[in-house]
Nanobody, 118 residues
Framework: QVQLKESGGGLVQPGGSLRLSCAAS????????MGWYRQTPGKQRELVAT??????????NYADSVKGRFTISRDNAKNTVYLQMNSLKPEDTAVYYC?????????WGQGTQVTVSS
């Protein structure tokens, strides 16, 4: 059974930083692409960043809105993917979700709330 569990969200002031973590189980973690997405009320879930599997050399992709501020990384020994978020802006406020696709099925974590506000 594939499970993803996010942690690390919270309230932060504009310009601050947060580090999100997503612990995965039920898969051979290193063999699967991982992603972070976010969603605000009334809007579609949007891609934030992705990192491919070890067999695909862990290639990274970012949404234009977070390039230069966010960093995705993975620790295959810990079955965990991270999202380091710096220089946070109010428009980064959202629920952040971890994602992987296993046997054509998308799996999501429960989400973690990030609120950027003074």
């Amino acid at each position: 059974q594939v499970q993803l569990k996010e942690s690390g969200g919270g309230l932060v002031q504009p310009g601050g930083s947060l580090r999100l973590s997503c612990a995965a189980s039920g898969i051979i973690f290193s063999m699967y692409d991982m992603g972070w997405y976010r969603q605000t009320p009334g809007k579609q879930r949007e891609l934030v960043a992705t990192i491919t599997s070890i067999t695909s050399r862990s290639r990274i992709n970012y949404a234009d809105s977070v390039k230069g501020r966010f960093t995705i990384s993975r620790d295959n020994a810990k079955n965990t993917v991270y999202l380091q978020m710096n220089s946070l802006k109010p428009e980064d406020t959202a629920v952040y979700y971890c994602n992987t696709k296993y046997r054509t099925i998308d799996y999501w974590g429960q989400g973690t709330q990030v609120t950027v506000s003074s």
